[in-house]
């Protein structure tokens, strides 16, 4: 191979192979000089500087440069901290537009900013990839967003203890497409699967002086790069291929793919962290530096950096990344860490950010689902409701209410939320609809991976993250649960009884609900993390899914609720309810107390007992047949009772329905009763109104 390169072009950026060699690119505008450093087998190096620099871009192209090979650049520039110059060759950096990396990262002194000692034995390498895939007939599902039901999982977790998943397959890109894991997904009804990170990443340095690592991943280095810890079939290129076969596997069973993305900040942390790409390359061109001290970095994030969005490489390589991902590996959508952060132009939050102009007229990236966290760390960040056309949002505001209408009946927070609870069970209309956007906007949930799974939620009142090597400071201790002082396990079957009905009524709540349902993977068979909330260092049996001991009755009630959900159009508007009556004085939707009289505007300040019945008309609802004739749905009435005993109900009189039949009751114990006029403490009563 050629010790010189030849001039080669500036874009695309990154390492790209054409058959006979490599075209290399990487943007560092303040760099003096840029080195590809060809990484060998038996541990030497060699090292090419790229002649060319064109608009602040460094490239070149080396003959014979193919597939399969380590790389990696080193880069030269003034060392001056104090002013956010951090260029230090003894660095091996990572290619920001690699489509693959091996390795781990090492806590050793050489990968600091302060080191003159080689990095490259402990850092992470850059792979040439080239992966023609047959994709065949592969097509993205489409599915609207107003009839998805998202499933959040991790890729590693999900499958780890799966008893149906070859072993050597757990953990891995492949053993979520194993056809026994695809089948509880299809079994259960999801439309989506939402991905923990699968951006390369690496584990914090403190994490690893601890002896754990970060199992969430949000810590990601490489943007175009699938991590390659979560591959079967090997790091150096073929955990792309891997990655494919798995979306064209959940394509095939009508499931969509949606990945959790970190373009907020990265795994290089504040000025302390370790050195791995960006900050090698060019500090102040990719990360926004404390104007008082350049030397520190603006953290938004509170992982210790924010990317500069307000840069347009930044952007374009944002922009780029998630390209890649839509157009080479099919995904169909993003949910976007900490969103704030990226809308950000100097301080504020701005909707009218360069991110959001881009994005709504990228061709590509403008056709996917896109999904916001809608806050960050920084002043002004909870953005709920705020976020322009084209994005859903993660709704925090359903999450809190509707915990706390279950969790705290009597309370202040559930009276609270019990005034609250009409605008969450709707669609939020009081967020979204002043933006122009439906009730699909609302991306509702109770519990994420973040926080306590939902077996948890009802069975502990504080956190107990000790595994964590903390003290258990960290995380919120954000359960609104009252279990009597009574936590963990348990054989009082009183108290058994109290959790596992908070637990199927808030399923069906969220199930029931306008919007966008989101599931933690897990929770429809009651997994545990036994009280730890903040499960991210936990790589082990407390975060992965516990299948021997799933609860069946549980995970039976969730697919009869999701399949539910698909066959009835009023479960999953389209548009905001109205309140509107049809000729026959039936309302599209209409509120009653617990005697059957239509509320008022001050029955939702009386609260006692805590017990709510809606009524939902299927002929309001604003769908038509494929030749344009009007579709009737069945008409609802749901009755929610929060409290601690069962109360006695009537039912909404003329012009409503008289005659119901009970679809489901999350107690158990209405079954084979017909329709009741009784609703169990802490239960969701679902009657269909007969024609």
Known sequence: MTQETWPGLPYPLGVTWDGEGCNVAVFAEGAEAIDLCLLHDDGTETAIPLQENTFHTWHGYLPGMAPGTRYGFRAHGPHDPEKGLRWNPHKLLVDPYARALCGELHDDPSVFDDSDVDSSPHVPHSVVVHDPFPWGDDHAPRTPLADSVVYELHVKGFTQRHPDVPEHLR???????????????????????????????????????????????????????????????????????????????????????????????????????????????????????????????????????????????????????????????????????????????????????????????????????????????????????EFPPLWAEWNGKYRDTVRDFWLQPGSDGGRSAFRDLGYRLTGSSDLYEGTGRGPSASVNFVTAHDGFTLADLVSYEHKHNEANGEDNRDGTDDNRSSN??????????????????????????????????????GDEIGRTQHGNNNAYCQDNEISWVDWEGADRDLLALTCRLIHLRHGSPVLRQRAFFEGHADASGVKDIAWFRADGTEMDESDWYDVDPPVLQVFLSGNAIRTRGPRGERVTDASYLIQLNAGDTDVAVTRPGKPYPRGYALALDTSGTLRGKGATGAVPAQTVVLLQARA
């Open 171 to 385: 953990g891995t890109y492949a053993g979520l497409a194993h056809p026994a894991v695809i089948k509880h997904l299809t079994d259960l009804g999801v439309t989506a699967v939402e991905l923990l990170p699968v951006h390369h990443f690496v584990s914090e340095i403190a994490l690893l002086r601890r002896g754990l690592t970060n199992y969430w991943g949000y810590n990601s280095i490489g943007y175009f790069a699938p991590h390659a810890a979560y591959s079967a079939s090997g790091p150096r290129g073929e955990q792309v291929g891997e990655f494919k076969s798995m979306v064209r596997a959940l394509h095939r069973a009508g499931i969509e793919v949606i990945l959790d993305v970190v373009y907020n900040h990265t795994a290089e942390g504040d000025e302390t962290g370790p050195t791995l790409a960006f900050r090698g390359i060019d500090n102040p061109a990719y990360y926004r530096l404390d104007d008082a001290d350049p030397s520190r970095y603006v953290d938004y994030t509170g992982c210790g950096n924010t990317l500069d969005a307000r840069q347009p490489h930044v952007l374009q390589l944002i922009m780029d990344s998630l390209r890649y991902w839509v157009t080479e590996m099919h995904v169909d959508g993003f949910r976007f860490d900490l969103a704030s952060a990226l809308a950000r132009s100097m301080h504020d939050v701005d909707k009218l950010s360069a991110f959001f102009d881009i994005v709504q007229q990228d061709p590509v990236v403008s056709r996917v689902k896109l999904i916001a966290e809608p806050w960050d760390v920084g002043p002004g960040g909870y953005q709920v409701g």
């Open 484 to 521: 009597g002082g009574v936590e963990g396990p348990t054989d009082d079957v009183a108290v058994r009884t109290v959790r596992a009905r908070r637990q199927r009524s808030l399923l069906a709540t969220l199930l029931l609900s306008s919007g966008v349902p989101m599931l933690t993977a």
